[in-house]
Antibody
């Protein structure tokens, strides 16, 4: 069955870095685009970044542009989010999600989320 | 960026009631509008895609309609398991954006 499993969350000081991973199984990884979506405590959903199925295109929210980098490794069926220069406002549960079809697609499968807390 | 505005922000309804949630986009997004349900502490679940497509496994009491800038999610006969927060989401253009959510409570 389709599974997306995030890892890598934790407590980190402002200005430091963290890398999130999302290991997928149950489908052909290289055929799909993926996204990261976050949710601050008690708040709504906030789209963060996307990467195309062929790794040729990346997209970012303005709030993370220049600080976060999305990437993928087809040999490991894994999606990544490298987060640098972290700020307290980056504190959130981070979800990875599969885009059902390339371009304008909905997110049909989500991981369980991993909590990132940025605090001194 | 395309702003998505949902209303109401919360509602309380009885089992069997028909419930409607609306979502308005700040510009036309064609039919690239999706709806998700999120129960507390869990990942969002896709209900409706491309304005009116019913995701596999989702009960038929959920339906979506609209086009352009104005969209609606309807739950035809509210069930106890339908509690949670509902989000609309535009996948028309980057940056993708979500509505602020509508919290549905069962009376």
């Amino acid at each position: 069955q389709v599974q997306l499993v995030e890892s890598g969350g934790g407590v980190v000081q402002p200005g430091r870095s963290l890398r999130l991973s999302c290991e997928v199984s149950g489908f052909t990884f290289s055929s799909y685009a993926f996204h990261w979506v976050r949710q601050a405590p008690g708040k709504g959903l906030d789209w963060v970044a996307a990467i195309s199925y062929d790794d040729n295109n990346e997209y970012y929210a303005e709030s993370v542009k220049g600080r976060f980098t999305i990437s993928r490794d087809s040999s490991k069926n894994t999606l990544y989010l490298q987060m640098d220069s972290l700020r307290p406002e980056d504190t959130a549960v981070y979800y990875c999600a599969r885009e059902m079809w390339e371009r304008n697609g909905p997110f049909d499968y989500w991981g369980q989320g991993t909590l990132v807390t940025v605090s001194s | 960026d395309i702003q998505m505005t949902q209303s109401p922000s919360s509602l309380s309804a009885s089992v069997g009631d028909s419930v409607t949630i609306t979502c308005r986009a700040s510009q036309s997004i064609s039919a690239s509008l999706n709806w998700y349900q999120q129960r507390s502490g869990r990942a969002p679940k896709l209900l409706i895609y491309a304005e009116s497509g019913l995701q596999s496994g989702v009960p038929r009491r959920f339906s979506g309609s609209g086009s352009g800038t104005d969209f609606t999610l309807t739950i035809s006969s509210l069930q106890p398991e339908d509690f949670g927060t509902y989000y609309c989401h535009q996948s028309y253009s980057f940056p993708y954006t979500f509505g602020q959510g509508t919290k549905v409570e069962i009376k």
